[in-house]
Protein backbone atom coordinates (compact mmCIF):
# COMPACT_ATOMS: atom_id res chain seq x y z
CA UNK A 1 0.00 0.00 0.00
CA UNK A 2 1.40 3.47 -1.09
CA UNK A 3 1.15 6.36 1.13
CA UNK A 4 1.39 10.14 0.32
CA UNK A 5 2.08 13.21 1.98
CA UNK A 6 1.19 16.25 0.86
CA UNK A 7 2.81 19.53 3.08
CA UNK A 8 1.80 23.21 2.56
CA UNK A 9 5.19 24.98 2.38
CA UNK A 10 3.46 28.69 2.49
CA UNK A 11 0.71 30.82 4.10
CA UNK A 12 -1.39 30.38 1.44
CA UNK A 13 -1.93 34.05 1.43
CA UNK A 14 -1.50 36.72 -1.58
CA UNK A 15 -0.09 39.64 -0.72
CA UNK A 16 -0.79 42.68 -2.78
CA UNK A 17 1.20 44.36 -5.18
CA UNK A 18 3.91 47.03 -3.54
CA UNK A 19 2.95 50.32 -5.46
CA UNK A 20 5.87 51.97 -6.88
CA UNK A 21 5.65 55.55 -5.30
CA UNK A 22 5.84 53.64 -1.77
CA UNK A 23 9.12 51.74 -2.74
CA UNK A 24 10.50 55.48 -3.86
CA UNK A 25 9.29 56.81 -0.59
CA UNK A 26 11.16 53.79 1.27
CA UNK A 27 14.02 54.16 -0.69
CA UNK A 28 14.81 57.87 -0.22
CA UNK A 29 14.13 58.19 3.05
CA UNK A 30 16.41 55.02 3.99
CA UNK A 31 19.03 56.85 2.18
CA UNK A 32 18.48 60.02 3.73
CA UNK A 33 18.68 58.35 6.78
CA UNK A 34 21.31 55.96 6.04
CA UNK A 35 23.80 59.39 5.47
CA UNK A 36 22.48 61.29 8.55
CA UNK A 37 23.75 58.89 10.59
CA UNK A 38 27.06 57.49 8.65
CA UNK A 39 27.68 61.26 9.19
CA UNK A 40 26.96 61.40 12.58
CA UNK A 41 28.18 58.36 14.07
CA UNK A 42 31.97 59.17 13.81
CA UNK A 43 33.97 57.64 16.38
CA UNK A 44 37.04 59.23 16.83
CA UNK A 45 40.40 56.53 17.21
CA UNK A 46 42.13 57.01 20.24
CA UNK A 47 45.67 55.87 20.56
CA UNK A 48 48.25 55.35 23.29
CA UNK A 49 51.42 55.43 22.23
CA UNK A 50 54.92 54.58 24.37
CA UNK A 51 57.39 57.02 25.14
CA UNK A 52 59.85 57.46 21.96
CA UNK A 53 57.61 55.36 19.95
CA UNK A 54 55.96 55.84 15.59
CA UNK A 55 52.69 55.16 14.62
CA UNK A 56 51.67 55.29 11.26
CA UNK A 57 47.96 55.77 9.84
CA UNK A 58 47.76 56.15 5.53
CA UNK A 59 44.51 57.44 4.21
CA UNK A 60 43.27 57.42 0.35
CA UNK A 61 41.98 61.69 0.63
CA UNK A 62 40.71 64.02 -1.94
CA UNK A 63 41.61 67.04 -2.38
CA UNK A 64 40.00 68.97 0.71
CA UNK A 65 39.63 66.61 2.89
CA UNK A 66 40.87 66.91 6.69
CA UNK A 67 42.61 64.74 8.83
CA UNK A 68 42.45 66.72 12.31
CA UNK A 69 44.71 65.68 15.33
CA UNK A 70 44.22 66.03 19.19
CA UNK A 71 46.33 65.29 21.30
CA UNK A 72 44.87 64.55 24.50
CA UNK A 73 48.31 63.73 26.83
CA UNK A 74 51.89 64.11 26.11
CA UNK A 75 53.64 65.43 23.10
CA UNK A 76 53.89 64.68 19.17
CA UNK A 77 55.49 65.81 16.02
CA UNK A 78 52.97 64.53 13.38
CA UNK A 79 54.77 63.70 9.51
CA UNK A 80 53.01 63.94 6.22
CA UNK A 81 53.66 62.11 3.40
CA UNK A 82 51.70 63.05 -0.03
CA UNK A 83 50.97 60.67 -2.76
CA UNK A 84 53.28 62.65 -4.98
CA UNK A 85 55.91 61.58 -2.05
CA UNK A 86 56.65 64.88 -0.33
CA UNK A 87 57.48 64.90 3.29
CA UNK A 88 56.14 67.61 5.68
CA UNK A 89 57.00 67.35 9.25
CA UNK A 90 55.14 69.96 11.82
CA UNK A 91 56.62 71.08 14.89
CA UNK A 92 55.95 69.12 18.19
CA UNK A 93 52.00 69.71 18.60
CA UNK A 94 50.31 70.00 22.24
CA UNK A 95 46.86 70.45 21.24
CA UNK A 96 44.70 70.12 18.45
CA UNK A 97 46.46 69.87 14.48
CA UNK A 98 44.66 69.64 11.16
CA UNK A 99 46.26 68.83 7.92
CA UNK A 100 43.71 69.25 5.11
CA UNK A 101 44.70 68.02 1.77
CA UNK A 102 46.28 69.36 -1.06
CA UNK A 103 46.19 66.47 -3.45
CA UNK A 104 44.11 63.15 -4.01
CA UNK A 105 45.82 60.12 -3.28
CA UNK A 106 47.09 57.80 -0.10
CA UNK A 107 48.48 59.93 2.65
CA UNK A 108 51.17 58.86 5.10
CA UNK A 109 50.66 59.91 8.65
CA UNK A 110 52.97 59.42 11.09
CA UNK A 111 52.85 60.53 15.14
CA UNK A 112 56.30 60.59 16.65
CA UNK A 113 55.40 60.58 20.46
CA UNK A 114 58.39 62.69 22.44
CA UNK A 115 56.91 60.92 25.58
CA UNK A 116 53.88 58.73 26.67
CA UNK A 117 50.99 60.66 24.84
CA UNK A 118 47.26 59.35 24.00
CA UNK A 119 46.22 61.27 20.54
CA UNK A 120 42.68 61.15 18.82
CA UNK A 121 42.61 61.51 15.08
CA UNK A 122 39.60 61.56 12.91
CA UNK A 123 38.83 62.54 8.96
CA UNK A 124 36.77 64.42 7.59
CA UNK A 125 35.82 64.04 4.14
CA UNK A 126 34.78 66.77 1.40
CA UNK A 127 31.50 67.84 -0.02
CA UNK A 128 31.45 65.46 -2.94
CA UNK A 129 31.19 62.00 -0.61
CA UNK A 130 29.83 63.62 2.51
CA UNK A 131 26.77 65.40 0.88
CA UNK A 132 26.07 63.97 -2.32
CA UNK A 133 23.73 61.22 -1.42
CA UNK A 134 21.58 63.82 0.31
CA UNK A 135 20.16 65.41 -2.72
CA UNK A 136 20.17 61.65 -4.42
CA UNK A 137 17.88 60.56 -1.24
CA UNK A 138 15.80 63.91 -1.40
CA UNK A 139 14.73 63.86 -5.29
CA UNK A 140 13.89 60.01 -5.01
CA UNK A 141 11.77 60.87 -1.76
CA UNK A 142 10.23 64.13 -2.84
CA UNK A 143 9.09 62.02 -6.50
CA UNK A 144 8.00 59.27 -4.66
CA UNK A 145 5.02 61.71 -2.42
CA UNK A 146 4.50 63.57 -5.50
CA UNK A 147 3.65 60.56 -7.28
CA UNK A 148 1.66 59.12 -4.87
CA UNK A 149 0.16 62.28 -4.01
CA UNK A 150 -1.27 62.61 -7.88
CA UNK A 151 -2.65 59.26 -8.13
CA UNK A 152 -4.68 59.57 -4.59
CA UNK A 153 -6.27 62.51 -6.94
CA UNK A 154 -7.35 60.10 -9.45
CA UNK A 155 -8.42 57.30 -7.38
CA UNK A 156 -12.00 55.80 -7.49
CA UNK A 157 -13.88 56.39 -4.50
CA UNK A 158 -15.09 52.95 -2.71
CA UNK A 159 -18.05 52.41 -1.12
CA UNK A 160 -19.94 49.55 -0.34
CA UNK A 161 -23.90 49.57 -1.45
CA UNK A 162 -26.18 48.45 1.04
CA UNK A 163 -29.72 47.31 0.11
Known sequence: ??????????AGGEAPPVKGENVMILIGSSIL???????????????????????????????????TLEVIEGEVTPTVTSPSGDVETFSNEDSKWEYIAEESGVHTFKFYSVEDSVVEYSVSRGLIYDFALYPIGAAILVFGIVKKISLQEEEPIEAVLED
Open 1 to 10: MLHTLALDMG
Open 33 to 67: LLMFIIQTWVVPTVIDEDSNSQFEVKYDLSEDDSF
